[in-house]
């Protein structure tokens, strides 16, 4: 993910101090550092504990790489189950592929023999394909590959498994590499040039350059930007939209020997996400098919993905709002697949070039939010504002699709004063949009969230009877009430 026409930052001379620097966070002091530092991280006490461990005579650079881990360590927490093993530096923990998302992209892979990871950065790819493949990595920046292979190791150690045939890292420019006897590739092209980032369809190396990698191993998967043009795929190869919850965060391209639809829509759900009967844990949904014969997706408002019909899925119809309302998510609308979605929901288009989906019933989908609609109306600031403030609710969300205007500001607008707030009131969705290709106002709540603060509800009451009937059963029946009273309640998770 480090590959980048100029040399690495640490060049030369300038690559030892860093490799000298990581190498010395390796020995038994260093961990010693690196412990002090989490813990004064954990607790805010940086300043005071940095100046008790120079004035023990650590080194001053080696106490400031050390804290320098303890916040990329916390901060990496969000994408990697076992932040506080790994090493990072600030450009690779951007780039890097959360676990989850590198995980579900590895099953692609299965079945394949020897693999390459081409710009691997710190590894946040490596990880998953290492775990069920011998792998070649390959960075042209000797410390990001030294931290890759690291933390491929570290985890192996601390119970991940690795692939049979290990890690074979190569610090080296990847379009000098051979591939021979590599029966699949994974490229995550650098997006960004020095300290610039890069437009959605340009990489390091260059897209066209990592679709050419078919010309010697079929099976490539290629990491890109989720603003990526569409047009910029070549046919046959298959475009993946992938989000976190409902931020958009990349796109993924498969060659046609491991494509297995047109586009694909991936959301990664967090652990409490109730809108998958069964779910108790962070799961991944995909939704695949045609891309929708109309518009530009590339504002997130629109349906359609660049495709012409010419056989291609038939259009939703067109109808005025409904009881419900589908606000589809960005992976959906970025691949597509808003039709693909109406149909699947039993919903219509409000408006041929948006992509909210009216519906006459709601429908758990983690494809969308299911918001309920109880008022709508032409969109005037004033108007919209003196509904919201009799409405009497405790907070405002704004959702704008189609409409030119600062959300921020509109918000601002149409949030009431304090006075008329109800405290732990509901949340109130405003829908700002076009109906009949007017501007348009609709007022909603959001299904989704009640329905997860109601499970949160019964879940609580659950757990409240079922440790009053374990105190009941522990306790004498005439010292049941009084002892249930004592414990302060029912255990939390």
Same mark, same amino acid.
């Given at each position: 993910?480090?590959?980048?026409?100029?040399?690495?930052?640490?060049?030369?001379?300038?690559?030892?101090?860093?490799?000298?620097?990581?190498?010395?966070?390796?020995?038994? $002091?260093? &961990?010693?550092?690196? /412990?002090?530092?989490?813990?004064?991280?954990?607790?805010? $006490?940086?300043?005071?504990?940095?100046?008790?461990?120079?004035? *023990?005579?650590?080194?001053?650079?080696?106490?400031?790489?050390?804290?320098?881990?303890?916040? +990329?360590?916390?901060?990496?927490?969000?994408?990697?189950?076992?932040?506080?093993?790994?090493?990072?530096?600030?450009?690779?923990?951007?780039?890097?592929?959360?676990?989850?998302?590198?995980?579900?992209?590895?099953?692609?892979?299965?079945?394949?023999?020897? +693999?390459?990871?081409?710009?691997?950065?710190?590894?946040?790819?490596?990880?998953?394909?290492?775990?069920?493949?011998?792998?070649?990595?390959?960075?042209?920046?000797?410390?990001?590959?030294?931290?890759?292979?690291?933390?491929?190791?570290?985890?192996?150690?601390?119970?991940?498994?690795?692939?049979?045939?290990?890690?074979?890292? +190569? &610090?080296?420019?990847?379009?000098?590499?051979?591939?021979?006897?590599?029966?699949?590739?994974?490229v995550d092209p650098a997006r960004r040039g020095g300290e610039r980032r890069m437009s959605a369809g340009a990489g390091e190396p260059p897209l066209a350059w990592c679709f050419g990698l078919t010309e010697r191993v079929e099976a490539v998967a290629v990491k890109a930007a989720p603003g990526l043009p569409v047009e910029l795929?070549?046919?046959?190869?298959?475009?993946?939209?992938?989000?976190?919850?409902?931020?958009?965060?990349?796109?993924?391209?498969?060659?046609? /020997?491991?494509? $297995?639809?047109?586009?694909?829509?991936?959301? +990664?759900?967090?652990?409490?996400?109730?809108?998958?009967?069964?779910?108790?844990?962070?799961?991944?949904?995909?939704?695949?098919?045609?891309?929708?014969?109309?518009?530009?997706?590339?504002?997130?408002?629109?349906?359609?993905?660049?495709?012409?019909?010419?056989?291609?899925?038939?259009?939703?119809?067109?109808?005025?709002?409904?009881?419900?309302?589908?606000?589809?998510?960005?992976?959906?609308?970025? *691949?597509?697949?808003?039709?693909?979605?109406?149909?699947?929901?039993?919903?219509?288009?409000?408006?041929?070039?948006? *992509?909210?989906?009216?519906?006459?019933?709601p429908l758990a989908t983690p494809f969308a939010r299911t918001l309920r609609v109880e008022a709508e109306m032409a969109f005037d600031v004033r108007r919209v504002a003196a509904a919201v403030r009799e409405a009497g609710i405790g907070a405002l969300d704004v959702r704008r699709r189609g409409l030119a205007g600062d959300v921020? &500001?509109?918000?601002?607008?149409?949030?009431?004063?304090?006075?008329?707030?109800?405290?732990?009131?509901?949340?109130?969705?405003?829908?700002?949009?076009?109906?009949?290709?007017?501007?348009?106002?609709?007022?909603?709540?959001?299904?989704?969230?009640?329905?997860?603060?109601?499970?949160?509800?019964?879940?609580?009451?659950?757990?409240?009877?079922?440790?009053?009937?374990?105190?009941?059963?522990?306790?004498?029946?005439?010292?049941?009430?009084?002892?249930?009273?004592?414990?302060?309640?029912?255990?939390?998770?």
């Amino acid at each position: 993910m480090s590959d980048r026409p100029a040399a690495p930052d640490h060049d030369g001379e300038q690559t030892a101090r860093p490799l000298a620097t990581f190498d010395a966070l390796l020995t038994p $002091t260093g &961990a010693e550092l690196l /412990a002090a530092a989490a813990a004064a991280h954990a607790d805010g $006490t940086e300043l005071r504990a940095g100046s008790r461990l120079r004035a *023990a005579g650590h080194p001053p650079d080696l106490v400031a790489a050390a804290f320098a881990q303890a916040e +990329l360590r916390a901060r990496a927490a969000a994408k990697f189950s076992q932040a506080e093993r790994m090493f990072f530096t600030r450009d690779g923990l951007e780039q890097a592929s959360s676990e989850r998302a590198a995980a579900h992209r590895a099953a692609r892979f299965a079945g394949l023999g020897r +693999l390459a990871d081409l710009c691997t950065g710190i590894g946040g790819d490596l990880l998953a394909l290492a775990a069920e493949h011998p792998v070649l990595a390959v960075d042209r920046d000797p410390l990001h590959l030294r931290m890759a292979v690291h933390n491929a190791h570290a985890l192996r150690d601390g119970g991940w498994e690795g692939g049979s045939g290990g890690v074979e890292a +190569l &610090a080296a420019d990847v379009r000098d590499v051979g591939l021979t006897g590599v029966d699949g590739v994974f490229v995550d092209p650098a997006r960004r040039g020095g300290e610039r980032r890069m437009s959605a369809g340009a990489g390091e190396p260059p897209l066209a350059w990592c679709f050419g990698l078919t010309e010697r191993v079929e099976a490539v998967a290629v990491k890109a930007a989720p603003g990526l043009p569409v047009e910029l795929v070549p046919p046959g190869w298959e475009i993946e939209f992938v989000a976190d919850r409902r931020g958009l965060k990349e796109s993924v391209l498969f060659s046609p /020997a491991l494509a $297995t639809a047109s586009r694909r829509a991936t959301v +990664l759900l967090g652990p409490g996400d109730r809108s998958v009967p069964g779910t108790t844990g962070p799961r991944v949904v995909t939704l695949t098919g045609e891309p929708d014969p109309v518009g530009d997706d590339r504002d997130h408002g629109r349906p359609g993905g660049g495709h012409s019909g010419g056989g291609g899925p038939v259009p939703l119809p067109v109808r005025p709002p409904g009881e419900y309302l589908f606000d589809p998510n960005p992976a959906v609308t970025r *691949a597509g697949l808003v039709g693909t979605l109406g149909r699947l929901v039993g919903g219509w288009q409000i408006d041929p070039r948006i *992509a909210f989906l009216g519906a006459d019933r709601p429908l758990a989908t983690p494809f969308a939010r299911t918001l309920r609609v109880e008022a709508e109306m032409a969109f005037d600031v004033r108007r919209v504002a003196a509904a919201v403030r009799e409405a009497g609710i405790g907070a405002l969300d704004v959702r704008r699709r189609g409409l030119a205007g600062d959300v921020d &500001a509109i918000r601002r607008r149409l949030m009431p004063a304090r006075r008329y707030l109800v405290p732990g009131g509901r949340t109130m969705t405003v829908v700002m949009t076009r109906v009949r290709d007017e501007p348009w106002a609709l007022l909603c709540t959001d299904v989704t969230q009640a329905a997860r603060a109601d499970q949160a509800d019964r879940a609580d009451a659950a757990d409240r009877a079922d440790a009053a009937d374990r105190a009941g059963r522990a306790d004498p029946p005439d010292l049941a009430d009084r002892t249930a009273g004592a414990r302060g309640g029912p255990a939390r998770d």
